[in-house]
């Protein structure tokens, strides 16, 4: 993964958690705390947790990673038993302090605080009619029209507040929600963005974007939440309800290839397992002899392991990735941006020169980084390089949270497989063929549409 203002890569836009306790707890903050930081991956723009006590409700937020937000004062001093949290990478609205999250309002329902995972394909309709009643919005996220729908249809009470709500709104979103003293937890129809539910030994049940979260902090994964289900957590228990009998599971492929990390299981499906299968499927595609196989950090190595043991070409780390370099705000000029790839990656000279080197990634989407570097491959003394991709093609723009807007920023939606690989500088290219995905997935119930074209929700096709 190579990331920069001008992203080579699929970007996903955040992460939530939540936490709910039959008593107040002195560690909620804590727990919220290494919850975001298991899923910092999701987002690194900013973050944030709300902290509910006594239905009364303070939230903490700003720019910059888990470890810059949030004080040691804030940890110790935060007390309650229900909160939720998230990361943020924008999508819908810019990034600044305005539009972190959680967002929180007060309402018939009273003090409500609400964190989203995903992205919504009518908010400006709903923008504007909310608006035209005279609503007033405080952020350009489309997160926040979620929240003003819950606030206008209060007087309904909870539940129908809450179906009412989620009915009218489409597209992607994984929701947790604090209010009225209870902890509650969204997933849209198709359940595109993952969210899953655990517990603790002290029976406290979490609710975070994956289970990686839930590791971090010792909870037990008990399931994923379901396509179209909302959960009501309190001192009763979990309520579930399906609010859509026409739901049916088609989650994000890329969760699978990029988003997650590998010590995630995602809907039964473990993500470290599938990507090393991808690897094994790129070399029975297409055999190249070569002398070693290195994949580039983090989400590329499953992959080139697979291919590596597959084909028996030794696996080698022929990338070294600084780990201390994050999302960078700075923008550059050409030039520098074009050197910066050596500021993320560096090549081992050593295990690269006079090698045939098979590299692998976890995709490839605009190809400018990937030019990089090959390049920076070849001036390590690579003899050859030839670039494997463990997704499809990447050939349509995505709606659901996804952060590339128009085919024309898509390599493979303008050029061939052939003149790809001559712009790249490889000496050849091939991708992951979709039946081999949905073989590694297991499944064909999965969202495809940045590869084929084809969307869960009809919708799409009428934008």
């Known amino acids: 993964?190579?990331?920069?203002?001008?992203?080579?890569?699929?970007?996903?836009?955040?992460?939530?958690?939540?936490?709910?306790?039959?008593?107040?707890?002195?560690?909620?903050?804590?727990?919220?705390?290494?919850?975001?930081?298991?899923?910092?991956?999701?987002?690194?723009?900013?973050?944030?947790?709300?902290?509910?006590?006594?239905?009364?409700?303070?939230?903490?937020?700003?720019?910059?990673?888990?470890?810059?937000?949030?004080?040691?004062?804030?940890?110790?001093?935060?007390?309650?038993?229900?909160?939720?949290?998230?990361?943020?990478?924008?999508?819908?609205?810019?990034?600044?302090?305005?539009?972190?999250?959680?967002?929180?309002?007060?309402?018939?329902?009273?003090?409500?605080?609400?964190?989203?995972?995903?992205?919504?394909?009518?908010?400006?309709?709903?923008?504007?009619?909310?608006?035209?009643?005279?609503?007033?919005?405080?952020?350009?996220?489309?997160?926040?029209?979620?929240?003003?729908?819950?606030?206008?249809?209060?007087?309904?009470?909870?539940?129908?507040?809450?179906?009412?709500?989620?009915?009218?709104?489409?597209?992607?979103?994984?929701?947790?929600?604090?209010?009225?003293?209870?902890?509650?937890?969204?997933?849209?129809?198709?359940?595109?963005?993952?969210?899953?539910?655990?517990?603790?030994?002290?029976?406290?049940?979490?609710?975070?974007?994956?289970?990686?979260?839930?590791?971090?902090?010792?909870?037990?994964?008990?399931?994923?939440?379901?396509?179209?289900?909302?959960?009501?957590?309190?001192?009763?228990?979990?309520?579930?309800?399906?609010?859509?009998?026409?739901?049916h599971k088609a989650p994000c492929s890329f969760e699978h290839i990029y988003f997650a990390r590998p010590d995630s299981v995602i809907d039964g499906l473990d993500v470290y397992k599938s990507r090393y299968e991808t690897g094994v499927k790129l070399w029975e595609q297409g055999k190249v002899e070569a002398d070693i196989v290195i994949g580039v950090p983090d989400s590329g190595l499953p992959a080139a392991q697979g291919y590596a043991i597959a084909s028996g070409i030794p696996f080698v780390t022929g990338l070294v990735k600084n780990k201390y370099i994050g999302r960078t705000f700075i923008k550059p000029s050409q030039e520098l941006r074009e050197r910066a790839v050596r500021v993320k990656l560096n090549p081992i000279r050593s295990m690269i020169e006079g090698k045939r080197v098979v590299v692998i990634d976890d995709s490839l989407v605009r190809g400018t980084t990937s030019k990089k570097l090959i390049e920076m491959l070849r001036g390590a003394g690579a003899t050859e390089v030839h670039f494997r991709s463990a997704s499809p093609a990447v050939m349509h723009p995505c709606y659901f949270g996804v952060d590339i807007a128009y085919r024309k920023e898509l390599l493979a939606a303008e050029m061939s497989v052939e003149d790809i690989c001559e712009y790249i500088g490889a000496d050849s290219l091939d991708f992951l063929k979709l039946d081999n995905l949905t073989n590694t997935l297991g499944s064909k119930n999965f969202c495809m549409g940045c590869f084929n074209g084809i969307y869960p929700m009809s919708t799409v096709a009428n934008m």
């Open 1 to 247: 993964m190579v990331v920069y203002n001008e992203s080579e890569k699929m970007e996903e836009e955040c992460g939530v958690f939540g936490i709910y306790s039959k008593e107040d707890k002195k560690d909620i903050a804590g727990l919220i705390y290494y919850g975001l930081c298991a899923l910092q991956h999701r987002g690194q723009e900013s973050a944030g947790m709300s902290i509910s006590k006594d239905e009364k409700i303070k939230t903490f937020k700003g720019m910059g990673l888990v470890s810059d937000v949030f004080s040691e004062t804030t940890l110790k001093e935060a007390v309650g038993n229900v909160g939720i949290g998230h990361v943020r990478y924008s999508t819908a609205g810019g990034s600044c302090e305005e539009n972190a999250q959680p967002l929180q309002s007060h309402c018939k329902l009273g003090n409500i605080a609400i964190a989203h995972n995903g992205n919504l394909i009518n908010p400006k309709i709903i923008r504007e009619l909310l608006e035209d009643a005279g609503v007033v919005f405080q952020t350009t996220t489309d997160s926040e029209v979620i929240l003003n729908m819950i606030a206008r249809r209060s007087k309904n009470g909870l539940k129908s507040t809450l179906v009412d709500t989620i009915s009218a709104i489409k597209g992607s979103f994984a929701l947790v929600i604090a209010v009225q003293n209870k902890l509650i937890g969204i997933r849209d129809p198709y359940g595109i963005r993952p969210l899953c539910m655990g517990k603790l030994e002290d029976g406290s049940i979490v609710l975070a974007s994956e289970s990686c979260a839930l590791d971090s902090v010792g909870a037990e994964l008990i399931r994923d939440i379901n396509a179209g289900e909302i959960v009501i957590i309190d001192e009763d228990g979990v309520e579930a309800i399906n609010y859509n009998e026409q739901s």
